[in-house]
Antibody
Framework: QVQLVQSGAEVKKPGASVKVSCKASGYTFTGYYMHWVRQAPGQGFEWMGWINPDSGDTNYAQKFQGWVTMTRDTSISTAYMEVSRLKSDDTAVYYC????????????WGQGTLVTVSS | DIQMTQSPSSLSASVGDRVTITCRASQGIASWLAWYQQKPNKAPKSLIYAASSLQSGVPSRFSGSGSGTDFTLTISSLQPEDFATYYCQQYSSDPYTFGQGTKLEI
């Protein structure tokens, strides 16, 4: 069965960076784009972008261009999302989520990684 | 960016009820719309894609309809496990924006 297992919670200081991992299993990792979505506490969802694990091509939401980087390691079926220059309003649960393959909808989600930015 | 507006923001219902949640896009998105369910402190679950197609394993009591700017999610007979918050998302053009959510309560 498809599983996306993310790395554990992080606490960072403002100005630092954080890198979240997402290990995929149960399917061919390079066959499906991977989205990243975040949810601030008590808030709705914000789509950050996707990565094509096969080619490494990325598509970032304009808001995140220049300070979010999505990468992957196909040898271990793992996607990564790094946020730099963290601010307090980057405190959120970050999700990786598999693209369905039919279109750009999401079919499976990771369990989420809470990133807390606090001085 | 395309704005997605859900209504109502919250809804009280009972087991066995038929409920409908509406999602409106600020511009036409054809059928590029998904619905997700989220329970407290859990990751979302994908329900519907392409406005009306059920994801694998989703019970048939869930259905979606609409195209262009107006969409609906219908639950034909509420079950206890359906009480959650529901979100729509457009993926017609990026950024792929979400509605603000509809909380379905007993």
């Amino acid at each position: 069965q498809v599983q996306l297992v993310q790395s554990g919670a992080e606490v960072k200081k403002p100005g630092a960076s954080v890198k979240v991992s997402c290990k995929a299993s149960g399917y061919t990792f390079t066959g499906y784009y991977m989205h990243w979505v975040r949810q601030a506490p008590g808030q709705g969802f914000e789509w950050m972008g996707w990565i094509n694990p096969d080619s490494g091509d990325t598509n970032y939401a304009q808001k995140f261009q220049g300070w979010v980087t999505m990468t992957r390691d196909t040898s271990i079926s793992t996607a990564y999302m790094e946020v730099s220059r963290l601010k307090s309003d980057d405190t959120a649960v970050y999700y990786c989520a598999r693209n369905s393959g039919y279109d750009y909808a999401i079919d499976y989600w990771g369990q989420g990684t809470l990133v807390t930015v606090s001085s | 960016d395309i704005q997605m507006t859900q209504s109502p923001s919250s809804l009280s219902a009972s087991v066995g009820d038929r409920v409908t949640i509406t999602c409106r896009a600020s511009q036409g998105i054809a059928s590029w719309l998904a619905w997700y369910q989220q329970k407290p402190n859990k990751a979302p679950k994908s329900l519907i894609y392409a406005a009306s197609s059920l994801q694998s394993g989703v019970p048939s009591r869930f259905s979606g309809s609409g195209s262009g700017t107006d969409f609906t999610l219908t639950i034909s007979s509420l079950q206890p496990e359906d009480f959650a918050t529901y979100y729509c998302q457009q993926y017609s053009s990026d950024p792929y924006t979400f509605g603000q959510g509809t909380k379905l309560e007993i």
